[in-house]
Every structure is written in structure tokens, then in C-alpha cells.
């Protein structure tokens, strides 16, 4: 049961990138998955989350009107569509299972970390 981030990169301030979570031993469309990011030195922090519905939530307005979350349960892979990227969103994004069904209490949360992907934002 695991979940792996990839799509990470180098990129262009005001750059794009789409990192993709994919599920492998279980079918995630039952659960609400979040991002997280760490950047060196710091806590992580909660990114956003989107729910088995769909139903998408986003951890400021800064980050609500750059990334998108969303999910392809057919292809049991949830992404994050990042727009106009900024070298403060240089970081390791994270993606976890934070529950079934709602993201009730995910910015909270203390699971298991997979390895994350590498997301750098320079010119």
C-alpha cells in the first residue's frame, strides 16, 4: 500500500508543473489525499487536499489561485497543477492518504511520508 510523488523539476519563475501521486496496492478513490511541501530546514506544511468527491481545498488564497488538485480515480492517480510557480514554492512535495472519504483534519496530519518530489523554482 503506497503512495508515489513524481512530475517534480526544475522550472522558470512564473513557470507550470503537474506532479502526480499514483496509488499502487489499493484503490484510492475512497479516500481524500493532500499535498504537503517541505523546504529545507522547515516544517512541512499543508499544501492542499481533495476529497474521494472531488471537492478540492487549498491551504491560502495565494496557493488557491496558482494550483489545482484533482483526481483520476481510473487511473488512481491524484495531481497538483501548479501555475505561475514562484521560487517560494521551491520545496519536496509530499502526497499522503489523510482519510476515507473528507479532508476533515488534514493539514493535521502525523502518518507515514513517502519520498516526495523535488520542485524548484529558479531562474
Known amino acids: 500500500v503506497q503512495l508515489q510523488a513524481s512530475g517534480g523539476g526544475l522550472v522558470q519563475p512564473g513557470g507550470s508543473l503537474r506532479p502526480s501521486c499514483v496509488a499502487s496496492?489499493?484503490?484510492?478513490?475512497?479516500?481524500?489525499i493532500a499535498w504537503f511541501r517541505q523546504v529545507s530546514g522547515k516544517e512541512r506544511e499543508w499544501v492542499s487536499c481533495?476529497?474521494?468527491?472531488?471537492?478540492?481545498?487549498y491551504d491560502s488564497s495565494s496557493v488557491e489561485a496558482r494550483f489545482t488538485v484533482s483526481r483520476d480515480n481510473a487511473k488512481n492517480t491524484v495531481y497538483l497543477q501548479m501555475n505561475s510557480l514562484e521560487p517560494d514554492d521551491t520545496a519536496i512535495y509530499y502526497c499522503?492518504?489523510?482519510?476515507?472519504?473528507?479532508?476533515?483534519?488534514?493539514?493535521?496530519?502525523?502518518?507515514?511520508w513517502g519520498q516526495g518530489t523535488q520542485v524548484t523554482v529558479s531562474s
Open positions: 496496492g489499493f484503490r484510492l478513490e475512497d479516500y481524500a
Open positions: 481533495i476529497s474521494s468527491s472531488g471537492d478540492p481545498t
Open positions: 499522503v492518504v489523510v482519510g476515507p472519504y473528507h479532508c476533515g483534519g488534514a493539514s493535521s496530519y502525523t502518518g507515514r
